[in-house]
C-alpha cells in the first residue's frame, strides 16, 4: 500500500502563487505515476496533472501554463506551483499515486488540500 500526505494549501489573492507538496510513503517502489487532481463544490474530482515514473506529465487545458508539477525521487514527494491563481482554481487538491502490476494496480489518494482563491 501507499500512503499520501499532503500539505501547503492555503488562501491566496487571485494573482498569487501557492505550492503544495504530497509525500509518498509505504510500497514507494511500487509507485507507477503521480499527480494531483481537484474537486470544487458540487463538481467532479478532475486532472489537475499527473507525472509517470519515466518524467512524462500530463497537464489539464485549465492549468497550462501556470502551474508546474516536479517529483522528487530522494524524498518521494510531488511538488506543484501554482502561480498565477485564478477564483476558479478553488478547489479540494487531492494527490494521486498509481501503484502495482495488472490486477494488483491500485489508485492512491491522500486526504486532500483546500486552496481557496479570492477576487
Known amino acids: 500500500q501507499v500512503q499520501l500526505v499532503e500539505s501547503g494549501g492555503g488562501l491566496v489573492q487571485a494573482g498569487g502563487s501557492l505550492r503544495l507538496a504530497c509525500v509518498a510513503s509505504g510500497s514507494i517502489f511500487s509507485i507507477n505515476a503521480m499527480g494531483w487532481y481537484r474537486q470544487a463544490p458540487g463538481m467532479q474530482r478532475g486532472l489537475v496533472v499527473t507525472i509517470t515514473h519515466g518524467g512524462t506529465t500530463n497537464y489539464g487545458d485549465s492549468v497550462k501554463g501556470r502551474f508546474t508539477l516536479s517529483w522528487d525521487n530522494a524524498k518521494s514527494t510531488v511538488y506543484l506551483q501554482m502561480n498565477s491563481l485564478k477564483p476558479e482554481d478553488t478547489a479540494v487538491y487531492y494527490c494521486?499515486?498509481?501503484?502495482?502490476?495488472?490486477?494488483?494496480?491500485?489508485?492512491?489518494w491522500g486526504q486532500g488540500t483546500q486552496v481557496t482563491v479570492s477576487s
Open positions: 494521486m499515486a498509481n501503484a502495482g502490476r495488472g490486477e494488483e494496480e491500485y489508485v492512491y
